[in-house]
């Protein structure tokens, strides 16, 4: 028999499986948290400015995430990536995403979740998956302590399809015959290769600049489809949750999959891919309820402006 059916399902974190970015959730938990090196942590407010006002680019701020650790031990690192991804991050994992996932092991499918976060964050992300792969941007580890430089190629556009790709291809995988989920119109190039490419949680407004989103849904409506995403409601300084859906366009269509329980996946799965627990304690809708002024919205004001990360 042959490993994994030789096919391969590949999943973007940020906004996609994930409502929000794993790599700002880790940056601001360490800069918050005052584990970043002074002199480091001195210059990432001025880094958010700047990318706010459009002087760095995404790609900059994929490689100021992982150089953003630099002088912190490693072994440091992973314990304070799995205390971030326990607090603020497994609550952020979207119902319909998890059960796509699932879905896909139980199918035998090699599943590969990558992103341009740092690789510490993304294995947290990965364990908790039971994904196969978890490809971040590395730093460069010199005696046991994270560096300023980067393990070439970052995780973005053509280097993420270039990541992947190798991955595949150790695998003895066509990238043909993969499926990709992604809400990224950076992630064009590994959508030009793929053999089922998904895209996940549109944004109508978008849809211009991103005409590959127009054709597949166009071409085959299956391909356009929207996790489940979370709301949280402040009251007296504390949150709670609500499920529900997520609303698209009344021209785009959501394809539910169907809902598996613990003991089919359980019973279905190799001893290494048991799942944990299938419960995610926050779905659903686009839009927080609590408004928030204009000039806030951009992540990279809320947190120069010291604004509370919510959750």
């Known amino acids: 028999m042959q490993p994994f059916q030789r096919i391969a399902a590949v999943f973007d974190i940020d906004d996609s499986l994930l409502d929000g970015n794993a790599g700002t959730i880790f940056t601001w938990f360490l800069y918050s948290n005052r584990e970043m090196a002074s002199a480091v942590r001195s210059q990432v407010p001025r880094a958010l400015y700047e990318y706010a006002r459009k002087r760095l680019g995404e790609a900059d701020m994929v490689a100021l995430g992982s150089r953003c650790q630099q002088g912190i031990r490693a072994d440091r690192l992973r314990e304070l990536a799995r205390k971030c991804f326990d607090r603020h991050i497994k609550k952020r994992i979207t119902q319909q995403g998890l059960r796509t996932v699932r879905r896909h092991l139980l199918m035998g499918h090699l ?9 510490f964050i993304i294995d947290e992300l990965g364990r908790f998956l039971h994904a196969h792969e978890a490809v971040g941007t590395r730093a460069v580890i010199k005696q046991g302590v994270s560096s300023d430089e980067l393990v070439p190629p970052i995780v973005f556009r053509e280097g993420k399809r270039e990541r992947v790709k190798e991955i595949l291809a150790r695998h003895g995988i ?39 989103a127009a054709q597949l849904a166009t071409a085959n409506p299956e391909s356009v489809i929207a996790f489940s995403r979370s709301a949280r409601f402040t009251i007296a300084s504390s949150y709670f949750t609500t499920t529900s859906f997520f609303i698209l366009s009344d021209d ?8 598996l329980s613990a003991d089919s996946v359980r019973a279905a799965q190799p001893p290494q891919c048991q799942p944990e627990t299938l419960m995610v304690s926050v779905f659903s809708p686009a839009n927080a309820a609590v408004a928030i002024p204009t000039d806030r919205r951009h992540p990279a004001i809320r947190f120069f402006m010291g604004t509370p990360f919510p959750g």
């Open 174 to 212: 066509d990238v043909g015959r993969c499926y990709l989920y992604s809400d990224s119109v950076a992630d064009t190039p590994l959508f030009e290769e793929v053999g089922h490419p998904v895209v996940v949680n549109p944004k109508p407004a978008a849809a211009g600049s991103w005409p590959l």
């Open 252 to 259: 785009t269509l959501c394809t539910p999959f169907t809902s």
């Open 111 to 119: 599943v590969l979740v990558a992103s341009g976060s740092p690789q």
